[in-house]
């Protein structure tokens, strides 16, 4: 396979639920990140991972938990999440986290909270 | 404020017509500038970025976009709209003029093409 890949696609749970989202990189980067796509609001950065590192956490809830074992890989750990949590999650990846570096996109995983 | 406006979430233009989709951001020092797109069920996927040099930027699909720093604007467009263009547009910025890492997304564009 080949760029970022994302499982599940789509995924419904109810807000007692525990699950998590995984993100998959086979480009050879450094960076990860997990964003958040509502409909109708801009695309928010979640967390930043640098060479397994977190570098950026912006605000996000506790129920959203991630986890980078290792560059190529990024999960995000999601438990009593609330309807408004449901949203499209995309993960990408950067060769650095540098402002002019490219960030390359998986598919997304349709997050459904019930 | 917001860092970066697209004008216009839906765009419509006829199979063969000019695309033009804006953008403007709102730092007094240039950023880098980008263009993605986002087809259906898709991930976003880059057009065309701009870091420094020739202001004028070709993209790929025929894209092109050109930063204009008296208008702060670094709009998307296509000569000839075909009916795979039809998705979602997004103008993004980072660098120099913003918390220098960090990728600030538009609202995005939506773009239909007729037949």
């Known amino acids: 396979e080949t760029g970022v890949t994302q499982t599940p696609r789509h995924l419904v749970m109810g807000m007692t639920n525990k699950k998590s989202l995984k993100c998959e990189q086979h480009?050879?980067?450094?960076?990860m990140y997990w964003y958040k796509q509502s409909a109708k609001k801009p695309l928010e950065l979640m967390f930043v991972?640098?060479?397994?590192?977190?570098?950026e956490n912006n605000s996000v809830p506790s129920r959203f938990s991630p986890e980078c074992p290792n560059s190529s890989h990024l999960f995000l750990h999601l438990h009593t999440l609330q309807p408004e949590d449901s949203a499209l999650y995309l993960c990408?990846?950067?060769?650095?986290?540098?402002?002019?570096?490219?960030?390359?996109f998986g598919p997304g995983t349709r997050l459904t909270v019930l | 404020a917001q860092s970066v406006t697209q004008l216009g979430s839906h765009v419509s233009v006829s199979e063969g017509a000019l695309v033009l989709l804006r953008c403007n951001y709102s730092s007094s020092v240039p950023p880098y500038l980008f263009w993605y797109v986002q087809y259906p069920n898709q991930g976003l996927q880059l057009l065309l970025k701009y870091t420094t040099g020739a202001t004028l930027v070709k993209g790929i699909n025929g894209f092109e976009a050109e930063f204009k720093k008296s208008e702060t604007s670094f709009h998307l467009t296509k000569p000839s709209a075909h009916m795979s263009d039809a998705a979602e547009y997004f103008c993004a910025v980072s660098g120099r003029g913003y918390n220098f890492n960090k990728f600030y997304f538009g609202s995005g564009t939506k773009l239909n093409v007729k037949p």
């Open positions: 480009l050879g980067h450094n960076a």
């Open positions: 990408a990846s950067s060769q650095e986290t540098g402002p002019a570096d490219t960030q390359y």
């Open positions: 991972y640098n060479f397994k590192e977190q570098t």
